[in-house]
């Protein structure tokens, strides 16, 4: 079965504090997507790699950047992160194998103090 | 642009209840449809997907949806609906996924909030 593990459930950071959100597949999925998920925003996405170290810009990239250095991983940083950047966190990835769904992982709840 | 619209943004049943959820979407062209389900404190999975064939699609839990390329809708129902279906669920369009090059992306719709009360 196809595991998404996103390295923290929670995060309090601090507003101005430069951060690291994890994410790990172990399918050997291409694609690797990074959403934030808002009450009554739906989920938005924020980048996506379809492939080591090749991203595309989402719908609301700002104030984020990623990092795809191995395959398995695809990592989300806030560069200075602020408080309008609380929200949940939601990794995905999917392969190219026809009529597979895309995979999520728990989700980070980060809040920005 | 593509959009994806979930009529219902919360929706209150009580146990036994037929559940139907509104999806409408605009592209016209090959879309792959999906209904997607979180549970409390879970991750978002899949509870249904359309790619061609027969446009009543079952899915888990005894769920199925049915796409009508006329009316650009996906609506996901239920006839008996448990407490156990109080979720999240959320409504996703993508334009000939498998075949989009790089743009694998799914348009997401804003979600709806069911609550069963039992």
């Known amino acids: 079965d196809v595991k998404v593990t996103q390295s923290s459930r929670y995060l309090v950071k601090r507003t101005g504090e430069k951060v690291f959100l994890e994410c790990v597949q172990d399918?050997?999925?291409?694609?690797m997507f990074w959403y934030r998920q808002d009450p009554g925003l739906g989920l938005r996405l924020i980048y996506f790699?379809?492939?080591?170290?090749?991203?595309e810009k989402g719908d609301i990239p700002e104030g984020y950047s990623v990092s795809r250095e191995k395959k398995e991983r695809f990592s989300l940083i806030l560069e200075s992160a602020s408080t309008n950047q609380t929200s949940m966190y939601l990794c995905?990835?999917?392969?190219?194998?026809?009529?597979?769904?895309?995979?999520f992982g728990n989700g980070t709840r980060l809040t920005v103090t | 642009a593509q959009s994806v619209s979930q009529h219902n943004h919360h929706v209150i049943l009580s146990e036994a209840a037929s559940l139907e959820l509104g999806c409408n979407y605009s592209?016209?062209?090959?879309?792959?449809l999906f209904w997607y389900v979180q549970y409390p404190g879970q991750h978002l999975q899949l509870l249904l997907k359309?790619?061609?064939?027969d446009p009543l699609v079952k899915g888990i839990k005894g769920f199925e949806a049915e796409f009508i390329k006329s009316k650009f809708s996906f609506n996901l129902r239920k006839p008996s609906v448990q407490w156990s279906d109080t979720a999240e669920y959320f409504c996703?369009?993508?334009?000939?996924?498998?075949?989009?090059?790089?743009?694998?992306?799914?348009?997401w719709g804003l979600g709806t909030s069911l609550a069963v009360n039992p």
């Open positions: 995905a990835s999917i392969g190219y194998i026809h009529n597979s769904p895309l995979h």
């Open positions: 359309y790619f061609s064939g």
């Open positions: 399918m050997d999925h291409e694609n």
């Open positions: 996703a369009v993508s334009a000939d996924f498998y075949n989009a090059g790089n743009n694998r992306k799914l348009i």
């Open positions: 592209y016209g062209g090959t879309v792959n």
């Open positions: 790699s379809y492939d080591v170290k090749m991203k």
